[in-house]
């Protein structure tokens, strides 16, 4: 069952040696599903395993000598290769002060943090090592902490927050007293560092059910540490247009968006302006404007604060920004180009626009029969325009910087922009005058001072 290439390695450290799978590899390999690496514990220490390997004529890296770890190149692959070791003792709720080597496997197995994270299958053949009983509840679909959830979740904040994220990724439920632990160690988790929080934030969001570990991340107040900005969603009523309150909403918006970063964070924010912009009119209709404004903010923050990228921010911004805007088959088109001109701008393609858009609608649990075909008919008009490849940017213009300089007769300067996005109005709303004689006779009319699309 295990990867072939694993063979030469065990081969390397000789017939003694106890070459093991672990971890996410095995529940992975146990369960059918795809994962990108493959984590070995050994019984040999990494000084060994390193000249071993080597003498073999493998190439190995000591990546973390001190944790007992060094990588082997497999076949082109990194292979982290982990003496067992057990942890010290854990004083600051994150890390432990050291670990210790020379254990054995069981011991190697039992500083692991749930059940079907603790097993281990021999390379080469051998009945797989399951000593806290991490079959069966990957049978039962659980996620259960090896040993005491409490004393668990004192050690290490992370753990809970890893709780969430696999039953997130599997589907599977938190056994009753892992999940029952949580709430009594949310001050060990507010000690886990911004990056972790984010790595696991980000794999919740990509999993099968991302609803399931969001709900978890609100049942048990992890939510406040890390989101706090969403927890005034729960319960937020919204209005005829919508079935859900706004987290409601937002879990389904989020379960119902492609499975890639840009798009699942910004179905989780798109609407946390909502609360803080929520009004009643004198006929008791709700509304929420200015919200998308607001959500901006709110995603800008939690986002920096959680230390994502430029790009996500970016693409989150672009997403939440465009939200507001409700393109209707019934538009005109140059109203439509401009919002194609929109979607340029923001480096958003039209089909990812078009996605995050469906998934919002199918998160606000109407009858399909209310929206769908207003929806499609919208996507065909705007998707059929963009076929038409017009121009958008002022670098789409038929008459360059240098030929309107060389027709205006002077030099560059402010003037010249000004009088570029003069024509690319003009282009946006008659693109059949994108051509270099018409352009120019509309320059030679705009210099004269000639026309009021000027002030538009
Ligand atoms: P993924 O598919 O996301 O890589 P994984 O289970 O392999 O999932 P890793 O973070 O790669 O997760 O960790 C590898 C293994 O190390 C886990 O399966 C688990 O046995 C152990 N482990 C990781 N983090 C912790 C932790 N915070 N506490 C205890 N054991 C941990
Ligand atoms: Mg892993």
Request: aromatic share 6%; net charge negative; glycine share 10%.
């Given at each position: ?160 927050l890893?709780?969430c994220r696999f039953a997130a990724q599997l589907g599977f ?27 696991e934030l980000d794999k919740l969001l990509h999993g099968a059910e991302p609803e399931r570990g969001l709900r978890l991340l609100e049942?048990?107040?992890l939510l406040?540490?890390?989101l706090?900005?969403l ?16 987290w409601e909403h937002t879990l389904r918006v989020v379960a119902q968006a492609p499975a890639d970063p840009g798009l699942r964070w910004a179905a989780l924010l798109h ?88 998934a919002?609608?199918q998160g ?93």
């Amino acid at each position: 069952m295990t990867w072939p290439p694993l063979l030469r390695l065990k081969e390397a450290l000789g017939p003694a040696a106890e070459l093991v799978v672990v971890g996410g590899a095995v529940r992975d390999e146990l369960l059918g599903r795809p994962h990108a690496d493959w984590d070995l514990a050994t019984d040999l220490l990494p000084e060994v395993v390193m000249g071993r390997a080597r003498a073999a004529g493998l190439k190995v890296i000591p990546t973390g000598l001190q944790h007992g770890t060094v990588t082997v190149i497999l076949e082109d692959r990194p292979v982290e290769v982990t003496t067992f070791r057990t942890d010290g003792d854990y004083r600051d709720g994150r890390r432990p002060e050291s670990v210790r080597l020379g254990v054995g496997l069981h011991e190697d197995l039992a500083r692991r943090d749930f059940t079907i994270n603790a097993m281990a299958l021999p390379v080469g053949g051998g009945d797989l090592v399951d000593p806290f009983g991490g079959q069966a509840d990957l049978a039962a679909r659980l996620i259960r902490a090896v040993g005491d959830p409490l004393q668990r979740f004192a050690e290490d904040g992370l753990r809970p927050l890893r709780a969430c994220r696999f039953a997130a990724q599997l589907g599977f439920e938190v056994a009753a007293a892992t999940g029952a632990a949580i709430p009594s160690r949310l001050e060990v988790a507010r000690k886990v560092a911004q990056e972790r929080v984010f790595t696991e934030l980000d794999k919740l969001l990509h999993g099968a059910e991302p609803e399931r570990g969001l709900r978890l991340l609100e049942s048990t107040g992890l939510l406040d540490l890390w989101l706090p900005e969403l927890r005034p969603m729960v319960g937020c009523g919204q209005n005829r247009h919508h079935r859900y309150d706004v987290w409601e909403h937002t879990l389904r918006v989020v379960a119902q968006a492609p499975a890639d970063p840009g798009l699942r964070w910004a179905a989780l924010l798109h609407d946390a302006g909502k609360p803080g912009t929520r009004t009643v009119d004198e006929r008791g209709e709700t509304h929420f404007y200015g919200h998308e404004a607001l959500s901006l903010d709110l995603a800008d923050a939690l986002l920096t604060r959680l230390k994502a990228s430029h790009a996500l921010r970016q693409e989150v911004a672009a997403l939440i920004g465009l939200h507001g805007i409700h393109p209707t088959d019934a538009w005109g088109d140059p109203a439509c180009r401009r919002f194609l001109r929109r979607l340029a701008e923001a480096s958003l393609p039209l089909a990812r626009w078009a996605a995050f858009r469906l998934a919002d609608h199918q998160g606000k649990g109407l009858a399909p029969e209310a929206w769908e075909g207003d929806y499609r008919a919208m996507l065909a008009r705007l998707e059929a325009l963009a076929a038409t490849a017009p121009p958008l940017s002022v670098r789409g213009l038929a008459l360059d910087g240098a030929a309107l300089m060389k027709l205006a007769g002077k030099g560059g300067g402010p003037w010249l922009g000004d009088l570029q996005r003069q024509l690319l109005e003009a282009v946006l709303d008659d693109p059949t005058a994108n051509t270099p004689e018409r352009l120019a006779a509309l320059v030679l009319q705009l210099l004269a001072g000639g026309s009021g699309s000027a002030e538009r």
